[in-house]
């Protein structure tokens, strides 16, 4: 976002010998006004492992959360009326053989009546005749039946990806239709896809960086903004953040997420400058003499820095003032 991550300076500090140490001029800095929304772990690729047949779910091999290799088998469909017309052409394969065997015997013997002059030649072509198309009716046979088979074959459905299986809708001995999916796999990895207010849309640009919530330990975790889709829907805009060493375990789980919406100017004091009596904030002011004047003023929230924590100051200090901050 251009300028939005720009850490906050305060103005170098002033040592002007041993009556001005531990004084610094403070000065007005940008800050980023953040906006806190939740952020949704999806899956990159999220792809239906689909039934090419129609038929009974007679082996389920995974369930939700189990990790897939691709081309590994989900479940087997298996449609009985396949197994009918594979035994119905097998009968028929066998009855042509038969015939074509016969025919061929048939065959050889009329080349041998022939060449004594038995038979007649129109007899021998008419031998010959039968026997091819028995032949041939035996390959048109035998090609159906292959794509019986294969279709048998296609009762097989097998995961388009490697992943993790992220639902398993259908169950052992239920009946699926062609093109139904029998598990959903997520791959391709993970990152979090965030519905961001269309007021805010103008303000993000991808490249941007995202903060997150802080892990068990504490450490601060980072995000990168990588895609911005460019269709508004209810009002929001949605938004993918890649997030280092984001894990799959829970698909869909939220994530709370702060985006950069707005730069403003403001004055930072360090919190060891600010004096707290009577119900008010005071911060040491030193005067153009030297002179070291207490000045009420009011406090806004924290300001974490890699330096430590620091307070903004709303009102009571102007840019360019030298205030006295303690050694402790």
Do not use: C
């Amino acid at each position: 976002m251009r300028r939005f991550f720009r850490y906050f300076l305060l103005g170098a500090a002033v040592w002007a010998g041993p009556a001005a140490a531990g004084t610094l001029t403070v000065e007005a800095v940008p800050i980023v006004e953040w906006k806190a929304v939740f952020g949704q772990v999806e899956a990159r690729d999220r792809v239906p492992a689909r039934a090419r047949i129609g038929g009974t779910v007679v082996a389920l091999e995974v369930t939700e959360g189990d990790r897939v290799a691709e081309g590994q088998r989900i479940a087997m469909v298996q449609d009985d009326k396949l197994s009918f017309q594979l035994d119905a052409l097998n009968a028929q394969i066998e009855a042509l053989e038969a015939q074509r065997d016969t025919a061929l015997a048939d065959l050889e013997r009329g080349r041998q009546l022939i060449e004594r002059g038995v038979i007649t030649r129109q007899r021998l072509d008419q031998l010959e005749t039968t026997y091819d198309v028995l032949a041939g009716q035996l390959r048109s046979l035998g090609s159906e039946r292959q794509v019986v088979q294969q279709r048998m074959a296609e009762g097989e459905i097998v995961s388009p990806g490697a992943g993790v299986v992220l639902s398993v809708p259908v169950s052992r001995g239920s009946v699926i239709a062609p093109t139904e999916p029998a598990a959903v796999i997520g791959g391709g990895g993970f990152f979090l896809r965030l519905a961001v207010p269309e007021r805010h849309a103008g303000d993000l640009e991808e490249g941007d960086r995202i903060e997150l919530g802080t892990d068990p330990g504490g450490a601060p975790r980072t995000g990168r903004l990588v895609k911005l889709y460019p269709l508004i829907e209810g009002g929001r805009v949605q938004a993918d953040v890649e997030v280092d060493g984001l894990t799959g375990r829970f698909v869909g789980q939220r994530l709370p997420v702060r985006l950069p919406v707005a730069e403003r100017m403001a004055i930072l004091v360090p919190q060891a400058a600010l004096v707290r009596e009577g119900g008010l904030d005071f911060v040491t002011v030193q005067g153009a003499g030297g002179e070291s004047v207490a000045r009420a003023v009011v406090p806004g929230g924290l300001v974490q820095q890699e330096d430590g924590a620091w307070r903004e100051i709303l009102s009571g200090l102007r840019a360019g003032e030298a205030i006295v901050v303690s050694d402790d």
